[in-house]
């Protein structure tokens, strides 16, 4: 298609379905994803970071106190965004008030912000967190697999949602403490009986305490797989002081 064509069909586009910010949730200008201003106030992660899950370390810390007295069983991961009050309420309005087009548009942020470490984990595949069938049905998508596609396509790399599924309706973790969460995963997740290839980058949107993503590393290193990386929209939990 010329270039006028694909430019007319963008803005008929814009013009039929306008573009909400995923912060303000008013339109956003002609062209943008999100507005300018909007943009500013997105807690982005910078500074030291734990080595392991990627959450903000203090001065000389390596690893963060909750990678220091846990074993985790994913490799490495890291989220984009701290998961405070802003991203609360995006994730909200994302998850919970059907705001599905959020989903590219937080995806191509997290592409924006991580693609360095995609390239040095150099993942064959990426997987989103799957939902539980009910709750698919109920929500209408799946929130890890679309923020996962812009990943997938912007690194070329294949993108798997059909292997990994969940096979209970746990409980919400928000509501649980770490222990209880560990204990809420326990046989939630399980994978198809398909060859596996070595390294799988996990996507999802809250990285919290690491039991979500070592529940399906577990699964993931059974089957045949030998490193299990994760991205995540935004951490959450405590912080250094």
């Given at each position: 298609m010329?270039?006028?064509?694909r430019c007319?069909?963008?803005?008929?586009?814009?013009?039929?379905?306008?573009r909400?910010?995923?912060?303000?949730?008013?339109?956003t200008?002609r062209g943008?994803?999100?507005?300018?201003?909007?943009?500013?106030?997105?807690p982005?992660?910078?500074g030291?970071r734990?080595?392991?899950?990627?959450?903000?370390?203090?001065a000389?810390?390596?690893l963060c106190?909750?990678?220091v007295?846990t074993?985790?069983?994913?490799a490495?991961?890291?989220?984009?965004f701290?998961?405070?009050?802003?991203?609360?309420?995006?994730v909200?309005?994302f998850?919970?008030?059907?705001?599905?087009?959020?989903g590219p548009?937080?995806?191509?942020?997290?592409?924006?912000?991580?693609?360095?470490l995609?390239?040095?984990?150099?993942?064959d595949?990426?997987?989103?967190?799957p939902?539980?069938?009910?709750?698919l049905?109920g929500?209408?998508?799946n929130?890890?697999e679309l923020?996962?596609e812009?990943?997938a396509r912007?690194?070329?790399?294949?993108?798997e949602?059909g292997?990994?599924?969940?096979?209970t309706d746990?409980?919400?973790?928000?509501?649980?403490?770490?222990?209880?969460r560990?204990?809420?995963?326990e046989?939630?997740?399980?994978?198809?009986?398909?060859?596996?290839?070595?390294?799988?980058?996990?996507?999802?949107d809250?990285?919290t305490?690491?039991?979500t993503?070592?529940?399906?590393?577990?699964?993931?290193?059974?089957?045949?797989a030998?490193?299990?990386f994760?991205?995540t929209?935004?951490?959450?939990?405590?912080?250094p002081?």
């Amino acid at each position: 298609m010329r270039g006028w064509g694909r430019c007319l069909i963008s803005g008929m586009t814009d013009l039929l379905y306008p573009r909400r910010c995923p912060v303000c949730h008013g339109l956003t200008p002609r062209g943008r994803m999100i507005c300018p201003e909007c943009l500013g106030r997105l807690p982005v992660i910078e500074g030291r970071r734990c080595a392991k899950c990627g959450k903000p370390a203090a001065a000389r810390q390596v690893l963060c106190d909750d990678c220091v007295s846990t074993r985790h069983l994913f490799a490495q991961g890291a989220g984009v965004f701290l998961y405070d009050d802003v991203m609360r309420e995006t994730v909200s309005c994302f998850k919970y008030r059907g705001r599905r087009e959020y989903g590219p548009v937080l995806g191509s942020l997290m592409l924006q912000s991580t693609r360095g470490l995609i390239a040095a984990w150099k993942p064959d595949i990426i997987m989103p967190v799957p939902l539980h069938p009910k709750r698919l049905a109920g929500r209408g998508f799946n929130q890890a697999e679309l923020l996962a596609e812009p990943l997938a396509r912007g690194c070329g790399i294949p993108l798997e949602s059909g292997i990994l599924f969940r096979r209970t309706d746990t409980a919400a973790q928000k509501t649980l403490g770490r222990q209880e969460r560990r204990r809420n995963l326990e046989g939630a997740f399980a994978c198809r009986d398909v060859p596996l290839p070595e390294r799988i980058l996990l996507v999802d949107d809250i990285y919290t305490t690491g039991s979500t993503v070592d529940a399906c590393a577990a699964v993931l290193l059974a089957k045949g797989a030998s490193r299990i990386f994760f991205l995540t929209l935004c951490t959450g939990g405590a912080l250094p002081s």
